[in-house]
């Protein structure tokens, strides 16, 4: 993803480095956390972290992986209320 997004024309003028991925930083229930340190011109952090997240879930997408979304069943028991 860093090389992709070196080779971006929109991205490229955005970083001062290329994107370094440092690997995996945990392992939790719902998440995978990745650490990937860009060093980007000043206030263009938030253009190039929205890039970065589009292109992680692009590139899971393409590889079939899909993204954990917490889920919690609920189980009534007893009698349904009255109206």
Avoid: C, H
Avoid at 13 to 33: F, N
Avoid at 46 to 57: A, G, T
């Amino acid at each position: 993803i860093g090389e992709v997004m070196a080779k971006d024309e929109t991205m490229s003028v955005l970083l001062q480095e290329p994107a370094v991925v440092t690997g995996v930083e945990g392992l939790e229930e719902w998440a995978v956390r990745l650490r990937i340190m860009v060093k980007t011109l000043p206030n263009a952090q938030w253009e190039v972290q929205r890039y970065l997240r589009r292109e992680i879930r692009l590139v899971f997408a393409e590889k079939g992986l899909s993204l954990a979304f917490p889920r919690q069943d609920v189980m009534i028991i007893g009698d349904s209320p009255k109206s």
